[in-house]
């Protein structure tokens, strides 16, 4: 793993993991960095026979939870440990081809299937999250969620959260809280973004302060892993004929 990712799994791991914020480039491989933890516990918790939604991911557009979605299925198919490990997808958006399986392809996304057997990972999104919590027809999802089930909450792209937005989203993660029954650090919570962070110890200090608003959890300063980076002029130099001329 790169080094903001081995920093990651060390916070996340099932054990004793910590709220994190992820704040590194495009194409890092932020996504690795919560989902193996993630996974990993989901595979503990099916070995002792645990059943319920054990991590909500959560996306503010569709196509980016579609294409996790197909991650998630190809990891867990290329993987025999994970073995029975099931992942869904509820976006709210309508499925011309539902999926009443995992396959190497896709999740399950048939919402009759989620609902009949939920699932141990559920992608979805913050508006549709408000609506699986409160219709009565779709309770079934949370039928084995009592309390501390749910062990993991992942936020993708946390910057795209703000202003009225990050309003709706705090307020989610609080009703969220409450009705599955996930109050203080029993429900770890986490934030990805590729334009997060910077140099300033004040800039730094305001992110991990609006996380802990949002999250309703508290974020300490190690919480935030970026990126080491070095200059342009240093790379070269230590990687090219270039300092010799």
């Avoid at 699986?132 to 309390?147: D, F, K, R, S, Y």
């Avoid at 910057?159 to 409450?178: P, W």
């Avoid at 190690?222 to 342009?232: G, Q």
Wanted: aromatic share 6%; hydrophobic share 35%.
């Amino acid at each position: 793993p790169y080094r903001h990712q081995e920093k990651a799994y060390e916070r996340l791991q099932p054990g004793s993991p910590q709220n994190t914020l992820v704040a590194t480039g495009t194409g890092s491989g932020k996504t690795e960095c919560f989902l193996l933890p993630v996974l990993e516990h989901c595979r503990q918790q099916l070995a002792i026979g645990q059943k319920g939604i054990k991590a909500i991911l959560i996306y503010p557009m569709n196509a980016l939870a579609t294409d996790q979605a197909n991650r998630i299925a190809q990891l867990v198919h290329d993987s025999p440990e994970l073995a029975g490990l099931r992942a869904g997808l509820y976006v709210g958006a309508k499925d011309d081809d539902p999926t009443i399986a995992m396959s190497a392809e896709g999740v399950i996304t048939d919402k009759g299937a989620l609902q009949k057997a939920p699932p141990d990972i559920l992608l979805t999104n913050y508006k549709q999250l408000d609506y699986l919590l409160i219709q009565p027809q779709v309770q079934g999802l949370w039928a084995h969620n009592t309390a501390g089930v749910l062990r993991y909450l992942v936020v993708d792209e946390f910057h795209t959260f703000d202003g009225a937005q990050g309003t709706d989203l705090a307020c989610l993660i609080r009703r969220l809280r409450d009705r599955l029954g996930c109050p203080g650090d029993e429900l770890i919570c986490v934030g990805t973004s590729a334009t997060l962070g910077g140099p300033e110890k004040d800039s730094k200090v305001e992110i991990l302060r609006y996380a802990g608003e949002i999250f309703a959890s508290r974020f300490e300063p190690n919480a935030l892993i970026e990126e080491d980076r070095i200059s342009l002029a240093t790379f070269f130099q230590d990687n090219t004929d270039a300092g010799e001329e």
